[in-house]
Each structure stands twice: as structure tokens, then as C-alpha cells.
């Protein structure tokens, strides 16, 4: 299928080109051709010279009457002029740095420039302006009509994707297929795709970008809809072990706690020992901000699974995290007789009631799962490895990766031993683990129902008795010095800080090179009296891993980290949280981030360092100060800057425009019903196989793993 065709198989794309479209995540044609335009120019009517006024974006169309490029003595730098004259006019054009254009058009040749109208004392001038030489035949793609502006990365102008996007469009649209059903087509007066395609990217009409985003918009929506409701299908027809949660193991576990439960927890447990009851298998995904007590309801859930003669497995995004929910699950299940192990590609351990295992052999342990000697198995993804058999998988626990379905469920169950399935039934049918997924991150109502459709939601919105309140306060640049004294104070006595540096949702590399600006200030100018460590995306897992267990064990005081690395390990010796940038990031990320101190008996602070004197800026910031509740925030968040920056886009890898379409509670409702028509009609979709393959390759392609 021409779709997809790797991109570096088309003229003009070679290593460098290959390797900055990778960073955009595109792979595929298929993926250009859904790098839609987020924006687009509108320059339909050119202008006659004789009639621009200062300031104002124009596109203009005449002959040149000269050019040459010179180079600037003082700024040094290349500049090429050229007049140009429409017959009504004339206008001077000022190009910087590209000296190439006075070899590319020559005088007498006629041009097309779209930029702004600006003035000196010579009078108006275009600066920079969008130019194409008018060659008879060929189409204007770069400065007449609606002109698309694209998601940009270093190397990669809007410019290279036109010149890109335009010739294989012409080539290839027409041959993509149809997927979507007919009468959804006819019922929706939608475009058919090849058609969408071109109006997406290079539209004669602002109405028929809008016709063509609204179909793109509902065909993603509906893929994901269709993906949730066979999931739920194929979950009906599957089995899961019944768990009872009989009332003395509850009493058992209740008694080891040295708190009790908060309201919330109570209903979130009771909702989650409902559906281990049943032969169901259990879809729930649990949310509840840093420090909620998560993991002592996900505990309990695990012990109720082993006391029904089952094993749990409890899987994390890092290894340290992994290690993390060892320590805190060993502490209070093996004094009831719980057997618990780690396996991690660095570690595996074992404890039961007598002792703990540090120095295992890795085949000895594996055998140990297998033979059912190991109740509570915890770890990465090395859990799903198929040297990992199961005797009797019950529960399968979720931390912070909330896409896990059939599949993978079916992979855990297949890994048994002898590859015979848990604990048949009297009827001979398999059964599969229940499923519970946690996530610090609490998903507005609209959100949920998109993305997590095929999941029960459990939140738990209080936090633990006595927990202090985390002092939060906005700081200008002019206070900047008061804070670093402050937090001078905090560590001579002791305590540990967070310097979390801006944001550069652009460029990782960028982000990076900035996050190393700041340490190497830090370290030298400011706090040379400390030990800092540096956190970043481009480190390897080992080394975040040597630098975080660093700042575990206060080897590490300040620890300066960029956004994308996972921070959310356990320090309760932190009391202090600095957000460079803090405008920068969406509410709910800033509450993230404050949420990682606190975690122990000191009193926290979380600073909110922004240069913005914007009104908005800080009405937005000082809803964080006031804010005592993630769930709140988390809508309120979305309404003001939307599901992209909720989500933060670099991590979720969703385009723009079904970002956008995640905030619509009435496109997704709408989008419900028309899947449940169909499935209701067909539901094995035999007679859409077009719509069937894609949704074979949507599942494979994009399932926000």
C-alpha cells in the first residue's frame, strides 16, 4: 500500500531531511500526509503596489527591475534587494542571509511575494518576503491562496513542506482508499479521503479546510471509538478469575496500616473488589494525584488476589520506580505471609516473611514464578518477556501506562507454565488477569471519554489526614535572588530541591541545551557550595537512574531537571520545587511538579519563576497557588489552553487537529453513535474490509502505548 511507503523512498528526502522528519515522528507518506497545516495564510487577492499601506500582510505580483546582494560592513551579513514593478508601482524587497537568490530569478523575471508591508526612510519595503518566480502552468504554492503553515522543527520550514507535501499529493492522493463506510459519507457530506487530503493541505476556500479538518477530526475519533468498543467486545467474551474479597482479609490488611483509609480510597476499593468478583475481567483505571494513596489501594486489590490463590504482577515505567513500589509493598505485605519479588533488567529480588533475597540467580527466579512461589511479582516491561511464565495470574497492575489491552493481557496468560492456561474453568475457557491502571494525572471528563473509553474511572480526590499544604508562590525576576538565599537556607539544613528549566516544546535539543546552560550557571555562579546533579531526555536510563537514586540518598541536593524526565520517585527529604519558565507549561503539569515535594513531615514550597508580566500569565499561575484540587485544575486547564498542551504534545504524539477535536463533547458523542451503529449492523465489520484493515493498522500504528 503507497501509504506505507518509508519516506526516505521519495525524491528529495535524504539522511539529513530523514532524520529531522523522524523527530516529527514521520516515517511514513502516510505520516506527511497527516502533518496537517495548523494555520494557513491567507494571501487569495494580490495587491497592486500602489495601494499597500504600513503594516499589513500583502501578496504582491510584478517584474524585477534589478537585484543584487551585497554584504553589510557593520552587521556582516548578506543582503539582497530587489525593485519590483506591477505596472501600478514600485517596491523595494530586502532579503537577508540568502545571498543565493540574486543567482535564482534575474531581471525581467516574474515573481510572486506574499510578507509584510514595512517602512524606512527610503519608504515602504517588503522584509523577508515568501517568493516563487510565475512560471506559466505551474500553481503558486508558496504565496497565493490560502498558504498552509506547518508544526516546524529545526531544518524543517513550512516552505520545505510545501514544496514536499504539494507534488507527492498531486501524485498520490487520488490512490489512497476510502475506509470509512458510504453511507457515513453521504449522511456526513463528506469528502472521500483523496479529495480531503488535497483540501486539507492546499484548500481553494477557508469552507472547504473546514470540511476537510471536520472529517479528519470525526475518522480519528471514530478509529478510536471503534478500537474501544472491540475492545470492550472482546473483553465480554473473555473470562477472568473471580477474586472474593472476603471481609477477614480485608480486617487482615487493615490492621498492618498505620492510618486508616480516606473516604475516597473506601469507595475506589470497593469499586475495585465489585469487579474482581466478577468473571468480567476488569478494566479500571485509577486516578489520584502524587501522594493520594494510590499504591495502598492497588496493595490491597494484590493481597485480596493472593489470598484467592492468585498471583498479582505490578508493573512501572522505571526501573527506580519499580524499586520504589518494592520497598513500600514489601514493608507491609511480607509480614502477612506474602512472598514478593522485583525483576528488573539491573535487579531481581525476593522477599517473604523471613528474609530478603539480594543475590538470586535469574533462571532460579524465573522458575520460582512459574512454579507459583512468587505472589506479588513486580518490575518494568521485562515483566511481559516471554522467559516470564506465570503459574496463576489473577491481577495485573498498571503504573502510569494506561494502554494495556487484550493482547497483552492474553501475552501474561500465555506465559505459563508449560504454556497451559491459569486455572481453566469447569467449561475448558481460558481466563485472562483483571486490569487496573493508575495515573497521577487527573484526565478531564472529555478527555476520558475519548481517549480512555474502554476503561472504568475510579478517582480518589482527597489526600491523607495531616498532609501539609505546599506554600506556592509566583516569583518575578526581581525576587529571583530572595528565592536562591531561601533555598540556600533549606539545604544547609539538610533538605533537598528541585530546579525544573523551561520548557522548549519545539525543540528537545534545544531544552536540553538549555537545562545544561542553567546547571553549569548554578553550580558555578550561584550555589558552588552544593552538590547539583542534572536530569535530561538524552541521557540514557542508566545514567537518570544513577543520578535519581543519587538524589535519593542525598549524594545529590539540588537536582535541575528539563520537563520530560520522569521525577516522580519519592523524596521525601525535597521540601523545595523551583519552575523556571512556569508559564510555559499547562496547569496540570505544574501541579505535577509541585506535587513531587511534600512527600515527607517538612513544610514544602513550590516557586513559579516567570518574566511575563502578561495579566492572563498570572491569573492563570495564581490559579495554581489557590488550587487544592488536581480534578478541578485539570479542567480548567483544558478549557484555557487545550488538550495539546494538557497533554504536552511532544509526549503524546497526537496531531493538532485531533487534539483539538478531544475538547468537542458533542463530535464524540456523535462519534459514539455512528460506531455503535455500525457495529450493531456488522459487528465483526465483515463487510467494511477496508475499514477493518485500517483498524488493524491503527491498533499496531498509533495505540498511544
Known amino acids: 500500500m503507497i501509504l506505507n511507503r518509508p519516506i526516505e523512498s521519495f525524491r528529495y528526502i535524504g539522511p539529513i531531511y530523514l532524520k529531522r522528519l523522524h523527530k516529527l515522528k514521520i516515517e511514513s507518506l502516510e505520516d506527511l500526509f497527516s502533518h496537517f497545516p495548523h494555520r494557513y495564510d491567507d494571501f487569495t487577492n494580490f495587491k497592486k503596489i500602489s495601494e499597500l499601506k504600513i503594516g499589513e500582510e500583502v501578496a504582491i505580483r510584478g517584474e524585477i527591475k534589478g537585484i543584487d546582494t551585497r554584504r553589510t560592513f557593520k552587521k556582516k551579513m548578506f543582503l539582497t534587494e530587489a525593485m519590483i514593478n506591477d505596472g501600478s508601482g514600485i517596491i523595494r524587497t530586502v532579503w537577508f542571509n540568502q545571498p543565493y537568490l540574486s543567482q535564482t530569478f534575474k531581471k525581467g523575471d516574474k515573481i510572486s511575494l506574499a510578507g509584510r508591508v514595512n517602512f524606512s526612510e527610503r519608504g515602504i519595503f517588503l522584509s523577508n518576503p515568501a517568493y516563487e518566480k510565475v ?7 508558496h504565496t497565493h491562496g490560502l498558504v498552509p503553515v506547518y508544526p516546524e522543527t529545526e531544518g524543517l520550514s513550512s516552505r520545505w513542506f510545501r514544496f514536499i507535501i504539494y507534488p507527492l499529493l498531486e501524485k498520490y492522493a487520488q490512490k489512497v482508499e476510502e475506509f470509512l463506510p458510504e453511507e457515513l459519507l453521504k449522511k456526513k457530506k463528506f469528502p472521500r479521503i483523496g479529495k480531503a487530503i488535497f483540501q486539507i493541505h492546499f484548500p481553494k476556500t477557508k469552507k472547504e479546510a473546514e470540511t476537510a479538518k471536520k472529517r479528519f477530526a470525526f475518522e480519528k475519533l471514530f478509529l478510536i471509538q471503534l478500537f474501544f468498543q472491540e475492545q470492550k ?17 480485608i480486617e487482615e490488611f487493615k490492621k498492618i496500616l498505620p492510618f486508616s483509609f480516606t473516604s475516597d480510597q473506601k469507595r475506589t476499593i470497593r469499586e475495585i473488589l465489585d469487579d474482581l468478583q466478577k468473571e468480567v475481567p476488569m478494566s479500571r483505571l485509577l486516578e489520584g494525584e502524587v501522594g493520594s494513596g494510590k499504591t495502598i489501594v492497588a496493595t490491597l486489590s494484590a493481597f485480596v488476589t493472593v489470598k484467592n490463590g492468585y498471583q498479582a504482577a505490578i508493573m512501572a515505567p522505571t526501573e527506580i520506580l519499580a524499586e520504589q513500589h518494592f520497598q513500600e509493598i514489601s514493608k507491609l505485605l511480607s509480614s502477612l505471609g506474602v512472598k514478593i519479588g522485583l525483576l528488573t533488567s539491573e535487579k531481581i529480588e525476593f522477599q517473604d516473611k523471613k528474609m530478603l533475597k539480594e543475590k538470586i540467580e535469574e533462571r532460579e527466579f524465573i522458575e520460582m514464578i512459574s512454579q507459583g512461589k512468587v505472589d506479588v511479582l513486580i518490575g518494568t516491561h521485562s515483566l511481559i518477556q516471554e522467559r516470564v511464565k506465570f503459574k496463576k495470574l489473577g491481577l495485573v497492575v498498571i503504573d502510569e501506562q494506561h494502554r494495556f489491552g487484550v493482547e497483552q493481557r492474553a501475552k501474561l496468560c500465555r506465559q505459563t507454565t508449560d504454556n497451559r492456561q491459569p486455572a481453566p474453568p469447569a467449561d475448558g475457557q481460558a481466563t485472562i488477569p483483571h486490569f487496573l491502571s493508575m495515573t497521577a494525572t487527573p484526565i478531564p471528563r472529555t478527555l476520558a471519554l475519548a481517549l480512555y473509553g474502554d476503561l472504568s474511572i475510579s478517582q480518589i480526590k482527597e489526600l491523607p489526614k495531616g498532609r501539609k499544604k505546599i506554600i506556592t508562590k509566583i516569583v518575578p525576576p526581581a525576587r529571583r535572588n530572595e528565592i536562591y538565599e531561601f533555598l540556600r537556607k533549606e539545604v544547609k539544613e539538610e533538605k533537598q530541591a528541585f530546579v525544573i528549566c523551561p520548557l522548549i516544546e519545539e525543540s528537545e535539543k534545544l531544552e536540553v541545551a538549555a537545562a545544561k546552560k542553567e546547571f553549569e550557571r548554578l553550580r ?3 550555589f558552588p557550595d552544593f552538590k547539583l546533579g542534572l536530569l535530561h531526555g538524552q541521557m540514557k536510563a542508566k545514567e537518570k537512574d544513577k543520578i535519581m537514586r543519587a538524589f535519593k540518598s542525598k549524594k545529590v541536593e539540588v537536582l535541575v531537571s528539563t520537563p520530560v524526565v520522569e521525577v516522580g520517585i519519592d523524596v521525601p527529604n525535597a521540601t523545595i520545587m523551583i519552575i523556571e519558565g512556569a508559564d510555559r507549561f499547562g ?12 512527600r515527607g513531615e517538612f513544610q514544602s514550597f513550590c516557586f513559579l519563576f516567570t518574566d ?5 500569565t498570572w491569573q492563570r499561575l495564581k490559579a495554581i497557588v489557590s488550587a487544592q484540587n488536581a480534578f478541578e485544575l485539570s479542567e480548567k486547564d483544558l478549557k484555557i489552553r487545550g488538550p495539546g498542551d494538557f497533554m504536552g504534545k511532544r509526549q503524546s504524539g497526537i496531531p493538532d487537529l485531533t487534539m483539538a477535536s478531544l475538547t468537542d463533547l458533542s463530535l464524540i458523542e456523535e462519534v459514539k453513535r455512528e460506531v455503535e451503529i455500525i457495529l450493531k449492523k456488522d459487528p465483526e465489520l465483515k463487510k467494511y474490509p477496508l475499514l477493518q484493515k485500517k483498524l488493524e493498522e491503527f491498533k499496531e500504528k498509533v495505540f498511544l502505548e
Do not use: N
Open 587 to 598: 496547569l496540570s503539569q505544574l501541579y505535577q511538579f509541585r506535587g513531587r515535594v511534600g
Open 524 to 526: 558555578k555562579k550561584v
Open 233 to 249: 467486545r472482546r473483553l465480554r467474551r473473555q473470562k477472568a478469575p473471580k477474586i472474593l474479597p472476603k471481609k477477614e482479609y
Open 612 to 616: 511575563s508580566v502578561a495579566r492572563k
Open 135 to 141: 512560471v506559466q502552468g505551474e500553481t503558486l504554492k
